[in-house]
């Protein structure tokens, strides 16, 4: 059974830091894409950064891009993702992703976790 469990969300400043982990298991993922999203109130999932199990590949949407790193600890199944310089704007439940594919929209990904709230008050 794949179970994706995301910790390390929170309530933090804006200007702060959060560093989100993923605990993947139940399957190799090695050929698999690992990804962030988020969604916040009354919006759509949107995607935030993915890289390749093998840590070869990284790629940001603008929602990620500058501020974010994702990292992957692939001895530990572990996936992570820095957040710098939050704005209230960041504020939504943030999601881990596995997906046999090498593109972003939420569609194409096969597994996900239950998410984990990120507040970033002003």
């Known amino acids: 059974q794949v179970q994706l469990v995301e910790f390390g969300g929170g309530l933090v400043q804006a200007g702060g830091s959060l560093r989100l982990s993923c605990a993947a298991s139940?399957?190799?993922?090695?050929?698999?894409?690992m990804a962030w999203f988020r969604q916040a109130p009354g919006k759509e999932r949107e995607s935030v950064a993915a890289?390749?199990?093998?840590?070869?590949?990284?790629y940001y949407t603008n929602s990620g891009r500058g501020r974010f790193t994702i990292s992957i600890d692939s001895a530990k199944n572990m996936v992570y993702l820095q957040m710098n310089s939050l704005k209230p704007e960041d504020t939504a439940v943030y999601y881990c992703?596995?997906?046999?594919?090498?593109?972003?929209?939420?569609?194409?990904?096969?597994?996900w976790g239950q998410g984990t709230q990120v507040t970033v008050s002003s």
């Open positions: 890289i390749m199990w093998s840590g070869a590949s990284t």
């Open positions: 992703a596995a997906g046999a594919t090498n593109t972003f929209p939420p569609r194409h990904y096969d597994y």
């Open positions: 139940g399957r190799t993922f090695s050929t698999y894409t």
